[in-house]
Structure formats: structure tokens, C-alpha cells
């Protein structure tokens, strides 16, 4: 049977209800049985059932956005799991070529410019942690100079170009984090970077000409293509944190002349060498890090 409204009567709303019912009623709406989750595919927040989420009461009126802001996340979990995209494989091993291969150029210049450090550039780190990589470039540099003193046949110039080029082909080992509490030349992490960033910075400054000239011998026709080839310099590679396009790799990639050894990334496969219980030949693949792709053809 229909319900009837008496005549002259005002048609009761949601928001007369008392708020401890709306409250409730908000409570069955927004809670999800198994909460949300996280969809790779479509790079948003699902329900647990596959569905989408919906909020449309929320849209209702102002009133009850406001009364429901917080419902959706504090009645439900939120369960995010490792995703995979295929298309993502060449643009995270990218990443990690151009990180790399980003701090093997910074070495690559303080050792060209080895002569332009002073003792009191050492003195003054960023912070705490990038001061225990000052006393490793300072022993790298002057172990650097006294070989060229003891055996004069020694080109530290082609040496530099040599631990640049043997990354580019693919060789040697790959260079990690290393540890903090026994700091080495090979680790390539944040403080590291900032350590040989501020004394580049500061040949920089003193020693323009010389510094300019070194990005050229490092990477050739740098100067000509740059209306400021100093400044642009210190704005390669990418923060470790970062998540760049794969614009933003691919424009890296030019900059730091890497076309090839992006184009040898769809020959790539997992190397086995140095993986726990690992029975193949040694020299079979090169000593490249566990997670970093080996070409096929080596």
C-alpha cells in the first residue's frame, strides 16, 4: 500500500535524519569487504573485488562530502603488491644504465681534473654522510698522481675514458650503494653523488676553462650544443628517488650519448652469473651486477 504525505507537510531530506544515523548509514556505504587494493593496470584503487570504487554519495551535496571525507580510507585497508608491466622493464633498466653511468662520468671528470683540487676543497661537505666520500676521493686523486709520477708511461686521461667506455659495452662490474660504514670509490648512492657533485661544483667555479674542457673530453660536442655547458652539465642523471617519463629517459639518454647501449636493451636478458648456486662458467657472461641485464649475444 502506498504511503501517503499529508498535504502541507514538508517532505522529509537525508540531512534530518540525526547524525549518528546518517553516521551509520555512511559506515554500511563506504565499507568494503576486503578493502581496496591497488591495480597495476589500470595505475588506480580498486575494491578487493575487482570492481570499482564508488563515491558517489559523496557527491550528493556539500554537507555530506564533508561529513564523509575520511570514510573511505580509515574503514578500509589499503593492500598494495608488487606490480609488473612488460613496457616497464626497458625504462627501469634505463634508469639504472643512466644512474650509473652518470656517476662513472662524475669520476670520470674529478679524475681528469685531478690537478685543479686543493686541499681546502675537501673541508667543507654538504652534509655528515658526504664527508666520508671526501677522504676516498682525496686517496683516489693521490694515488692517481703519484702512479703518474712513479711510471710516466701512465695516461690517467685514457684511464678515465676507458672505466666510461667499458660500462658502455656492457662490461665490468656495475657499481651499487655500497656501505655506508665502509665507504669505497664503487658506491654510487646519494652521498656519494653529492660529495663529488660539490667539489666539481667548486673546480667549476674556480677553474672554468679547464672545466669546460673537461666535459668535452667526456662527452664530446657537449660545449658547442650548450648555450651554458656548465650549468646544463649539473643537470644530468636523475635523482634516485626519481620516477621520470619515459620522455624524460629517452632526452638522458642523447644527452649522456647512450643511443646504443639503449638500442642493445631489447637483447637482454637475465644474468645467471653470480646468483646463488650458480654452477655455469665463469667467464661465460660478463661480471655485471646480479639484477642488471646482460646482453644475449655475450
Known sequence: MPVKILPGLPRAGFLDLPLEMR???????????????????????IQA????????????????????????????????????RRAWRKKAAMFDVITTYHFRLLGAMLQRLRHCLTPDMYKTPPTQHDSRYMSVVAKRISDIVD?????????????ANFYMLDFKDGKGFK?????????SGHD?????????????KQI?????EKFREAIDDVLPWWAESKSNPTSDFFELGFDFWAIPSMHEITHTIKELQ????????DLWRYSEYLKEGYTGTSHSLPKEHVTDPTPSHH
Do not use: M
Open 204 to 208: 667549476a667555479n674556480r677553474n672554468p
Open 49 to 84: 573485488n575487482r570492481c570499482s570504487i564508488d563515491l558517489s554519495l559523496r557527491r550528493v551535496c556539500r554537507t555530506v562530502a564533508l561529513e564523509t571525507y575520511h570514510y573511505p580510507f580509515t574503514l578500509n585497508t589499503i593492500t598494495f603488491s608488487t606490480a609488473y
Open 188 to 200: 654510487n648512492n646519494i652521498s656519494s653523488n653529492r660529495a663529488y657533485t660539490y667539489l666539481l
Open 175 to 183: 657499481d651499487d650503494g655500497g656501505d655506508l660504514t665502509r665507504p
Open 147 to 159: 702512479r703518474e709520477t712513479r711510471h710516466p708511461g701512465y695516461n690517467a686521461d685514457s684511464n
Open 258 to 265: 647512450l643511443e646504443e647501449r639503449w638500442d642493445q636493451l
Open 23 to 45: 553516521e551509520q548509514i555512511y559506515i554500511q556505504y563506504f565499507t568494503v569487504e576486503g578493502g581496496y587494493i591497488y591495480d597495476a593496470e589500470s595505475d588506480k584503487l
